[in-house]
């Protein structure tokens, strides 16, 4: 789950210390008229004892040609005891293109520092990230044009982007008590929990080959955080449960398939086996029937007219 202001993005990693995957994403956040997500690899990339983070450019493949991005950017692992002892890291600045779409570190910080009972850096099993981005220049179509007052429009008493409007009629549309227990008065903050909510139904939206389960595991995150600030959402609830459930249906159809592919490879390597051993057993039968011929011709002379008187005398 993550948590967007001006330059700055927030992402909050839970259940950190078991996480399987080899990389996890954020949600896809907006700076500077264009998207990006961050992407961290808990266990390290290429380095096995250190978080790795990168800034990614979102959906870079259906960018148009030739685009480009200038940016700089910190990274910050937030001590959550200490904000004194949070660890800044600053880089350059740097240009993203079609054949680089992120940036980052390999060695942000030791995995053996990170995971400390005590360091402050993992607490409650979540661990947080902030990221302030500088986009610089921009070559290509910014993602997010610059929003203007006539950009927005009210919707249920939340100022969303004429673009996201006809997404949140219709959400309302079916589910009309939604927000009635929703009672925050700040509209930036009313609209940035409303756009938690269409990223969460976008990451269900996706293909089950795009998702993990730790993406699922992060909806879920949201989802409570939703609920909690009074939103009622129990059919996106019911519908990711869904999704959750044919996706471990995939992950173990999949090791299912990697099984039996390995078994149909034993069962061809036995029949490969037996056809050489059955072209063995051909050789030594044609061997044998020419013994065989052999023998019965030796036999057969043998039983030449017996002796005569005079053959014998």
């Not at 996201?164 to 009629?169: C, G, L, N, P, R």
């Not at 609920?227 to 995939?250: A, M, N, P, T």
């Amino acid at each position: 789950m993550g948590n967007e202001s001006n330059k700055k993005f927030t992402w909050v990693i839970k259940n950190f210390s078991s996480l399987q995957a080899e990389k996890i994403y954020s949600d896809e956040f907006v700076i500077g008229g264009c998207k990006w997500h961050l992407k961290a690899f808990p266990k390290g990339n290429n380095s096995s004892n250190h978080l790795s983070l990168y800034l990614v450019v979102a959906d870079a493949k259906h960018l148009s040609f030739g685009w480009k991005r200038h940016a700089k950017l910190s990274l910050t692992v937030v001590n959550q005891i200490s904000e004194k002892l949070s660890l800044l890291i600053e880089i350059k600045e740097f240009w993203l293109d079609e054949k680089i779409p992120d940036w980052g570190l390999a060695r942000v910080i030791d995995i053996g520092k990170l995971k400390s009972k005590n360091g402050g850096f993992l607490v409650n099993g979540e661990v947080k990230i902030v990221v302030e981005v500088d986009v610089l220049e921009v070559i290509g179509e910014l993602d997010v044009p610059e929003a203007t007052p006539a950009d927005w429009v009210d919707v249920n008493g939340f100022q969303v982007l004429r673009s996201q409007a006809k997404s949140v009629k219709r959400i309302f549309e079916r589910h009309p008590d939604m927000a009635l227990e929703f009672r925050a008065k700040n509209q930036h903050f009313r609209t940035t929990c409303m756009n938690l909510l269409l990223n969460l139904i976008n990451t269900l939206c996706q293909s089950l080959q795009d998702l993990s389960i730790d993406d699922l595991g992060q909806a879920e995150d949201t989802l409570t955080y939703l609920k909690k600030l009074g939103f009622e959402v129990d059919w996106l609830e019911h519908k990711l449960e869904e999704v959750k459930e044919k996706k471990i249906e995939e992950e173990i159809g999949e090791i299912r398939m990697q099984e039996l592919e390995k078994e149909l490879k034993d069962i061809e390597a036995l029949m490969e086996k037996n056809k050489e051993e059955l072209k063995d057993l051909e050789k030594k039968c044609l061997d044998t029937k020419a013994l065989l011929k052999k023998e019965k011709a030796k036999v057969l002379a043998a039983r030449a007219p017996p002796l005569t008187l005079d053959d014998v005398v």
